[in-house]
C-alpha cells in the first residue's frame, strides 16, 4: 500500500489513471444513525447514475454494512466523522468506507440470537472481495461489488478489470 487514503492501483505500486475509474463519488457524514441511509440512498443513486443499475442493491447493502460498521467503531472519538467513496471503471464499483478509528474489523460468529455480528459475514458473501488497511488518523474498509458476468479469476481479464486486491485499492 502506498499509505494514501482511497488509493485506486492499476497494478502493485502504480496508480490508476482517472480513464481506467472514471466514475468517483465522496459523502463525508457525521458519524450519526442517520449515516446510513443517507450514504445507502447515495450510493444507489449513484450506482443506478452510472448505468449500473445491476449493482445498486448488492452496493446498497454493502454500503449499509461497511458505514453501520464505521458509526459504531466512532462512537467515542472527539470528531466522529465517516467517509464514504465509491470508484467505479463502467464494469464495477468500489466501496470505500473510512472511519477515524484505527481497530481493524474482526469478523465475528454471530448466536442465532444476537443483534450483531453478522455484518462482515454479509460482506464476505455479498462482495467479490473485500478488506480493510489503516490510514493516516484512522482506516478504511472496502468492497468490491460487480455483477456475476463480469467476475473472473484471470488476472489477465482486460485493461480497468480490478481482479487483484492490488489493482482497486
Not at 29 to 52: F, N
Amino acid at each position: 500500500m502506498s499509505g494514501v487514503p482511497f488509493a485506486v492501483r492499476s497494478a502493485p505500486g502504480q496508480r490508476s489513471s482517472a480513464r481506467e475509474w472514471p466514475f468517483q463519488s465522496h459523502l463525508e457524514l457525521g458519524a450519526l444513525p442517520t449515516a446510513v441511509p443517507c450514504a445507502r440512498m447515495h450510493a444507489r443513486q449513484v450506482v443506478i447514475e452510472w448505468g449500473l443499475a445491476e449493482l445498486a442493491d448488492t452496493t446498497e447493502l454493502l454500503v449499509s454494512e461497511l458505514t453501520t460498521n464505521a458509526v459504531r467503531a466512532s462512537a467515542g472519538l472527539t470528531s466522529p466523522t465517516v467517509r464514504l467513496r465509491l470508484v467505479s471503471d463502467g464494469r464495477c464499483v468500489v466501496i470505500h468506507v473510512w472511519d477515524g478509528s484505527s481497530q481493524m474489523p474482526v469478523r465475528r460468529d454471530a448466536g442465532p440470537d444476537s443483534e450483531c455480528g453478522r455484518g462482515l459475514l454479509l460482506v464476505d458473501t455479498l462482495a467479490e472481495d473485500w478488506g480493510a488497511y489503516r490510514t493516516a488518523g484512522g482506516k478504511v474498509v472496502w468492497g468490491l461489488a460487480s455483477s456475476r458476468d463480469h467476475r473472473t479469476d484471470s488476472p489477465d481479464s482486460g485493461p480497468g478489470r480490478a481482479n487483484r486486491r492490488e489493482d482497486y485499492l
